[in-house]
């Protein structure tokens, strides 16, 4: 879905799009596809990269806002759709975009209490919850889906550490109000529209996205006892092209050391870091012996920082 092909439905241009957020195109799911069917792909995916068999996965965390139903969780869903056995499986949602990070912190110390291979995923299908009128927000999305496999034993990488944070005073400068129960959803609400309606503060998101995920990251590496100058190749969420040349500018980076791939996806959700990491692995940005720090923000106000030794 290009840029040409959103000024044919709403009033904006390709220019007005690309300067302002530095996307150009975005991928929506097709009409028969839904968020189970994403998160299938991308599960295989990883499963086969690992080596792995459904019977290998000992557990599944989805991390999604835009789940198949409104109940059961997706990750259930998914565990019959791959055929594994009768293991734990979690939803993480709610989390905005910052949502797969939390997932791999909370993947880490399960497998610090019981060593197991878990399947963490990614998914976003954005298109269809956001209202496809709204120009100021309709441009910013795409739909996509991405996996890793998380055990004990030796990998591509080795899981460093991960920080994360919250502040839900912000709660309000990113937020889908109807559907829960404080805005229940009702057949005027549909009538409205408000079920597809995003709030969100452009101004304050950008502040907050600039400064969390920076401060987070200074803070992982000095946890971990490891320079800036280290860091081989930063994959932050993709939202935006203004906020990701405002961290890196912010942390002293070059461009060739910040992975952005907004510009083809757009921003899809907690599918963004993921996706960054597939794409930069495959294109050979990573090379043996680095260290990637990944870093996202999203609704809640949610920020995190993970940092990967390769």
């Known amino acids: 879905m290009t840029n040409d092909d959103w000024s044919a439905l709403v009033d904006t241009t390709d220019e007005w799009i690309t300067t302002r957020t530095g996307i150009k195109e975005r991928r929506f799911a097709a009409d028969d596809q839904s968020t189970l069917d994403l998160s299938e792909q991308a599960a295989l995916r990883a499963m086969g990269d690992a080596g792995l068999s459904a019977d290998d996965i000992d557990e599944i965390i989805l991390a999604t806002d835009t789940p198949e139903l409104y109940t059961p969780d997706t990750a259930s869903l998914l565990q019959d759709r791959l055929g594994c056995r009768t293991i734990p499986t979690y939803d993480l949602g709610g989390s905005g975009c910052a949502g797969w990070i939390q997932a791999i912190d909370v993947a880490r110390s399960r497998?610090?209490?019981?060593?197991?291979?878990?399947?963490?995923?990614?998914?976003?299908?954005?298109?269809?919850?956001?209202?496809?009128?709204?120009?100021?927000?309709?441009?910013?999305?795409?739909?996509?889906?991405?996996?890793?496999?998380?055990?004990?034993?030796?990998?591509?990488?080795?899981?460093?550490?991960?920080?994360?944070?919250?502040?839900?005073?912000?709660?309000?400068?990113?937020?889908?109000?109807?559907?829960?129960?404080?805005?229940?959803?009702?057949?005027?609400?549909?009538?409205?529209?408000?079920?597809?309606?995003?709030?969100?503060?452009?101004?304050?998101?950008?502040?907050?996205?600039?400064?969390?995920?920076?401060?987070?990251?200074?803070?992982?590496?000095?946890?971990?006892?490891?320079?800036?100058?280290?860091?081989?190749?930063?994959?932050?969420?993709?939202?935006?092209?203004?906020?990701?040349?405002?961290?890196?500018?912010?942390?002293?980076?070059?461009?060739?050391?910040?992975?952005?791939?907004?510009?083809?996806?757009?921003?899809?959700?907690?599918?963004t870091v993921p996706l960054g990491l597939w794409e930069a692995y495959g294109e050979s940005r990573i090379q043996p012996g680095d260290l990637v720090v990944l870093t996202a923000f999203g609704a809640g106000f949610h920020w995190a920082s993970a940092a990967m030794q390769f």
């Open 111 to 271: 497998i610090a209490f019981e060593p197991k291979n878990i399947l963490v995923v990614g998914v976003e299908l954005i298109s269809r919850l956001i209202s496809w009128e709204d120009r100021a927000t309709c441009v910013l999305f795409g739909d996509g889906a991405g996996a890793i496999v998380m055990g004990p034993g030796t990998g591509k990488a080795t899981l460093v550490d991960v920080i994360s944070g919250t502040d839900g005073s912000k709660a309000d400068i990113l937020t889908l109000q109807t559907g829960g129960t404080r805005h229940p959803f009702t057949v005027e609400s549909a009538a409205a529209g408000d079920h597809q309606r995003l709030d969100m503060k452009g101004s304050e998101v950008f502040r907050e996205a600039v400064r969390r995920m920076s401060s987070v990251t200074l803070e992982l590496l000095e946890r971990i006892d490891r320079p800036l100058g280290e860091v081989a190749l930063l994959i932050p969420h993709q939202a935006n092209k203004r906020i990701i040349d405002a961290i890196g500018h912010k942390l002293g980076l070059s461009e060739d050391k910040v992975f952005v791939n907004v510009d083809r996806y757009g921003n899809t959700g907690s599918a």
